[in-house]
């Protein structure tokens, strides 16, 4: 259903990194979402009024705070195509961000309410009545919140966008919550357990759960949460594939949201080559990263001495210190400066996050093993913080 209403209403829907095109799947998917829920609400909780369950009517209060999610992804697909301006250069795609953490708030409130409501009832339970309509409204629920999981898990994948993918998580969690609902109905009906407010606390936990994941992802995403390795992989080997690239480091990754990717990193050159020839190898390099990933990269051209035996053979052994310190830790931008009375080995260090050693412990171990074998050799170092790789 969900694909003859994308093709009735998106032109050029497979063009998911058209910025328009998203901004139609956003509203497509919010609005149904909207629809579904509204109706779900309206079903569940006068049947939940009719039997007396305090369960099923807190699955309907579930599914119309899920029509308030729907409503802020609406909202906020709007506001996050707005086009960049002076204020916000970036652009507005992070305003999803912010939307996914309102709706994880509402679904957090929803569920501590539902656990106050459901410990009550354990303490003070009531006669549930059996009703087949219940129980076939409860497997509709749980059909179309899963219809509802998988289509926005997979758009929400397409489009990269984290409020259509907090969706899914919060409807699998009601796929889940409502299947507790529905086992709890039978089972009292079965075996006259007054399971109502217990599985009420079940419902409940679900929901909190699944609130507590969505504003973790939410928080990731405004904080600046680092690309995933296997995209940073991709990103070095198309880097490394341009003749005249010897090397490269402090490659840095900032996302605003889809077509919204800047990057900076830092080139190393054969110093020997002529200069104009190497700009054009960053200018390529730029063009074709704009072109192929949709990203804004930035390239600093490093250029490296490779003829010189004294400074190839004092980096190797720098790079060998270096790595007895922390298998880590790694040099760049290596060079030497030489005199009468002593040497100095001048280099940047990239140190991961994980490393607990401060910049002034790093330094006295590696001159203490640096002065074990040249006791006239002095490290001058520039720490780097490792933001992506290495």
Known sequence: MIRILVKLFIKDHD????????????RLMSSVGILANISLFMMKFFIGIIVNSISIRADAINNLSDAGSSFISFVSFKLASKPADEDHPFGHARYEAIASFLVATLILMLGFDLLQSSVMTIFSPKEVQFSIVSIG???????????????????????????????????????MATSAVLASTLLSYFFHLPLDGYMGVVVAIFILKAGAQVIRNALDELLGKAPD???????????????????????????????RTF????????????IFSSHDIVDNIERDFQKEFHMSLVVHMDPINTDDELTNELKGFTEGIVRQVDHCLSIHDFRIVS???????????????????????????????????????????TFDRAYISS
């Open 339 to 381: 005199g009468d009375t002593h040497t100095n080995l001048i280099f940047d260090i990239t140190v991961p996050h994980h490393i607990k050693d401060n910049n002034t412990q790093l330094q006295k171990k590696i001159q203490t093993l640096v002065h074990e074998k040249y006791p006239t050799y002095y490290v001058i170092i």
């Open 229 to 259: 390795p296997s995209f940073i992989k991709q990103l070095e080997e198309k880097i490394m594939s341009y003749e005249g690239v010897l090397g490269m480091h402090d490659l840095i990754v900032h996302n605003y949201g889809p077509q």
């Open 15 to 26: 063009q998911f990194d058209n910025l328009e095109v998203r901004e139609k799947y956003g």
């Open 263 to 274: 990057a900076s990193v830092h080139v190393e050159v054969d110093g020997h080559k002529d």
């Open 137 to 175: 409204i409860l497997l509709l629920s749980i059909f179309i919140k899963f219809w509802m999981y998988c289509y926005n898990k997979k758009y929400g994948k397409l489009l990269k966008a984290s409020v259509m993918e907090a969706t899914a998580m919060d409807s699998l969690s009601d796929v």
